[in-house]
C-alpha cells in the first residue's frame, strides 16, 4: 500500500530542487514520473498539480521570468498526466451565444466555487452574472475584479455595486481599454473568450468561452491576472 503523504512529501521535495534553477530536466522529468507512476491517488496527484501552481506563483512574485517558469510548469503537468494513465481527462468545454450557454455556464463556475475567483472582464452588466458573484461573496470567496475605468460607469453597469457590497476592484488608468474576458476559479480552472458579461452578448451577439482546467494555461492568465492587479489594484 502506498503512504500518499509520504510520497507526497518526496514529490514535493524533488519539486522544489528541480525548480531552483527553472528548468526540469529530462532526468528531473524521469524521476518525477517514476515517483507519481507508483500508485498515487487521485487526490495526491491533484494536490501535486496545484502544489507546482504554487511554487510558480510564488516564484513569479519573487521576481523569476515567467516564461521558464511556465515551461517547467508545463513539464510537470505532463508528468502527472502521464501518471494519471487511463484516468478521466481534465475539463474542457465550450460555450456559444446567441443564447444562455456562456452565460450559464458562468453562473454554474461561481455556484461550484469553493474558495477564490478572479476576474478581469472589460465590463460587468448583466444582473444574473452579478447575483452569482454576490452570491459567492456571500459564501466567503475571496473575489477580486479588474476592469475597464471608463466603462464602469456606464449606464447598467454593476462594478459599483459590487464594490458596495465590499468585493475588490480595481480598473485601469490609461488611455486604452482594459479588454480582457477572463475568470480563474479556485486556481484551477479558466473562462476565457469574446464572451461580454452583459445582456446584449446573451441575447443578439455571437460569442464564445473556452472553459479549461490546463494547469499551464492557467498559470500564464493567473499571471497576467496578477500583474494587472498590480498595476491597478490600490
Given at each position: 500500500m502506498i503512504d500518499d503523504?509520504?510520497?507526497?512529501?518526496?514529490v514535493l521535495a524533488h519539486l522544489q530542487?528541480?525548480?531552483?534553477?527553472?528548468?526540469l530536466s529530462r532526468r528531473e522529468r524521469q524521476l518525477l514520473q517514476q515517483m507519481l507512476g507508483q500508485g498515487l491517488g487521485e487526490e495526491t496527484l491533484r494536490r501535486v498539480r496545484n502544489t507546482a501552481f504554487e511554487l510558480v506563483r510564488d516564484r513569479h512574485r519573487a521576481g523569476d521570468d515567467t516564461m521558464p517558469l511556465l515551461n517547467w510548469l508545463e513539464r510537470v503537468a505532463r508528468s502527472i498526466d502521464t501518471a494519471r494513465g487511463d484516468r478521466p481527462e481534465g475539463r474542457s468545454e465550450a460555450w456559444f451565444s446567441p443564447g444562455d450557454d456562456c452565460r450559464s455556464g458562468l453562473i454554474r463556475e461561481f455556484s461550484r466555487a469553493g474558495d477564490n475567483v478572479r476576474i478581469c472582464v472589460f465590463t460587468i452588466?448583466?444582473?444574473?452574472?452579478?447575483?452569482?458573484?454576490?452570491?459567492?461573496?456571500?459564501?466567503?470567496?475571496?473575489?477580486?475584479?479588474?476592469t475597464d475605468d471608463d466603462k464602469r460607469f456606464d449606464a447598467?453597469?454593476?462594478?459599483?455595486?459590487?464594490?458596495?457590497?465590499?468585493?475588490?476592484?480595481?480598473?485601469?488608468d490609461g488611455p486604452a481599454h482594459m479588454h480582457h474576458k477572463f475568470a480563474l476559479f479556485d486556481d484551477r480552472v479558466l473562462v476565457n473568450g469574446s464572451f461580454n458579461w452583459t445582456r446584449s452578448a446573451s441575447h443578439a451577439n455571437e460569442e464564445n468561452l473556452l472553459l479549461t482546467d490546463d494547469a499551464v494555461a492557467v498559470a500564464a492568465f493567473a499571471t497576467r491576472f496578477d500583474e494587472l492587479w498590480r498595476r491597478f489594484g490600490d
Open positions: 503523504e509520504s510520497a507526497f512529501a518526496r530542487a528541480s525548480l531552483d534553477d527553472l528548468v452588466a448583466d444582473d444574473r452574472i452579478t447575483e452569482a458573484i454576490l452570491a459567492a461573496h456571500r459564501r466567503g470567496l475571496a473575489i477580486r475584479i479588474v447598467g453597469s454593476d462594478i459599483d455595486r459590487l464594490q458596495r457590497a465590499g468585493i475588490a476592484v480595481a480598473t485601469d
